[in-house]
């Protein structure tokens, strides 16, 4: 299994940046997806999830209405989409996924993931 995140950079505060992440080796359908975050010196934080269907998704408070998560079941890859950023986003941006047996239901903790790219850093300049 291999995922792969990339779209991180440097912006502005007030900018935007699209993160994508390619899966393979996996059936994708069967996993719910999620985006993660880890800033210096902080725990590892979910910012966004989406179920296997794509219906349902989580956002942690810090990000509600300006990031936005979707997936592409027959492209095999998740998204997340930041706008408005802030300094305070600056982090190393995780995608992850998890075997799930609900298409619905939508995770947001660590251990319900079983799968972990290598992260792509987003720097908000202030």
């Known amino acids: 299994v291999q995922l792969q995140a990339f779209g991180g950079g440097l912006v502005q505060a007030g900018g935007y940046l699209r993160l994508s992440c390619a899966a393979s080796?996996?059936?994708?359908?069967?996993?719910?997806m999620a985006w993660f975050r880890q800033g210096p010196g902080e725990e590892r934080e979910c910012v966004a999830a989406?179920?296997?269907?794509?219906?349902?998704?989580y956002y942690a408070d810090s990000v509600k209405g300006r990031f936005t998560i979707s997936r592409d079941n027959a492209g095999n890859a998740a998204y997340l989409q930041m706008n408005s950023l802030k300094p305070e986003d600056t982090a190393v941006y995780y995608c992850a996924a998890g075997r799930a047996l609900s298409h619905n239901t939508v995770y947001y903790r660590r251990n319900e993931y079983d799968y972990w790219g290598r992260g792509t850093l987003v720097t908000v300049s202030s």
């Open positions: 989406i179920s296997r269907s794509g219906e349902n998704t």
């Open positions: 080796g996996l059936t994708f359908r069967n996993h719910a």
